[in-house]
């Protein structure tokens, strides 16, 4: 039997450092979806290997010993099995099913340099897998602690949080919440391909406390006021004194607004993916698209998922 499960991309739109100090965020489930497939053995055992398999690499890990001991895991595939390895020791539901072996098998509708959330979503799908009717806000808890673990306590789970449920959903005092956000057409997603490391700017604490808690009063300001160009005007503000975006877009942004293409502009999630928000005028939205294909770079209409993780149809093997 092989059971199949998917999750939707997203992206954190305003307060990415913040919710690392229980500040506020915003964040929105994005149409790209992450699947999961699980073959299972055809014979139950307890101490069987696990094939996993994503982005053209393969790893054989055995769930009794530690991954860290495992040489034969490819460097690209350390961080998945790291999360699988995680919600195992965490839920005894998930040990004892995938501790049986079989195969998983990870295929992402998106490129890994927009950083629309791939461990989030590996999370989101697996826990579809192992136990679809857990109730969401179950499912929200165990995952974050999942994914907490395997980076070494830095999670906030309002990514998470958008791919089990889709559409928009703030995070306030540490508690997930669905979002009414309406979507002007002025905004747009640019996606540069530059990609940075997360949990390297985590470790170098690039952002100090100070300026996550500003990121969250203006978050705090947008869900009052629903600012679009105020917010992202700020957050880009506060982000640039800490040079945590990738530099040929930070000059690209400053061409962009001197030329009128945009109004306001910054970058999404806390800085190891490449998601570009900007807030263009409609009449300009032409003139920016050629500018951006000139240079290699995909700028597309902010789109909205509006369902989340879901488990797809059973199928034999």
């Not at 460097?75 to 004892?96: G, I, R």
């Not at 506060?238 to 942004?253: F, G, K, Q, S, T």
């Not at 490449?274 to 698209?289: C, G, N, R, V």
Request: proline letters at 5%; hydrophobic letters at 40%.
């Amino acid at each position: 039997m092989r059971l199949v499960a998917s999750a939707p991309g997203k992206v954190v739109l305003f307060g990415e450092w913040a919710v690392l100090e229980g500040g506020p965020g915003v964040a929105i489930g994005v149409p790209p979806r992450l699947s999961v497939s699980w073959r299972m053995p055809s014979e139950k055992r307890d101490d069987a290997t696990l094939v996993i398999r994503g982005d053209s690499q393969m790893a054989l890990w055995d769930p009794n010993t530690p991954s860290e001991k495992q040489s034969q895991i490819p460097k690209f595939l350390q961080k998945t099995v790291k999360l699988v390895e995680s919600l195992m020791l965490l839920d005894t539901v998930a040990e004892k099913a995938l501790r049986s072996g079989g195969e998983l098998r990870i295929e992402r509708g998106w490129k890994i340099e927009e950083g629309l959330g791939s461990s989030s979503a590996i999370v989101a799908a697996l826990l579809e897998i192992v136990s679809p009717d857990r109730e969401r806000v179950e499912k929200w808890h165990l995952g974050r602690e999942t994914i907490r673990r395997a980076q070494g306590g830095m999670a906030s789970g309002l990514d998470l949080a958008a791919q089990l449920r889709g559409a928009a959903v703030s995070l306030v005092q540490d508690r997930p919440r669905p979002l009414n956000l309406d979507i002007p057409g002025e905004l747009m997603f640019l996606h540069g391909g530059e990609k940075a490391d997360t949990a390297e700017f985590l470790k170098e604490n690039r952002v100090p406390r100070e300026a996550r808690l500003q990121l969250g009063k203006s978050c705090e300001k947008f869900l009052e006021k629903r600012d679009w160009v105020a917010a992202i005007d700020e957050h880009a503000r506060i982000l640039a004194e800490h040079d945590v975006w990738p530099p040929a877009l930070r000059d690209l942004r400053r061409e962009w607004l001197g030329s009128g293409l945009v109004r306001a502009m910054k970058s999404c999630g806390a800085g190891g993916g490449d998601t570009w928000i900007l807030w263009s005028p409609t009449e300009k939205q032409a003139a920016l698209q050629a500018d951006a294909t000139s240079r290699g770079y995909r700028l597309k209409r902010v789109e909205v998922a509006t369902e989340g993780s879901r488990r797809e149809k059973e199928t034999p093997q």
